[in-house]
């Protein structure tokens, strides 16, 4: 098994955040979106979506299949 340092714990660490952080962003700013031209029940529903696409696409571009 190969020995982890505390510097790519971090990384990992750092990257995960970044993860989440953008696809709350990302969710946030499609619901925003949405919210203002069509009725404003759709907005739960965009962000999930919103935020779920964000975090494959980042996932899949950062860590490859």
Same mark, same amino acid.
């Given at each position: ?8 714990? $971090?990384?990992?660490?750092?990257? #995960?955040? @970044?993860?989440? !952080? ?5 969710? @946030? $700013? ?7 031209? $069509?009725?404003?029940?759709? #907005? ?5 979506? #919103?935020? $779920?696409?964000? @975090? !494959?696409?980042?996932?899949? !571009?950062?860590? #490859?299949?």
């Amino acid at each position: 098994m190969t020995e982890r340092t505390a510097v790519d714990l $971090v990384e990992e660490w750092q990257t #995960g955040a @970044f993860l989440l !952080l953008a696809s709350a962003l990302a969710g @946030f $700013v499609a619901a925003s979106a949405v919210g203002r031209g $069509v009725a404003s029940s759709l #907005g739960l529903p965009t962000f999930a979506g #919103g935020a $779920v696409l964000t @975090f !494959l696409v980042l996932s899949y !571009l950062f860590y #490859g299949r």
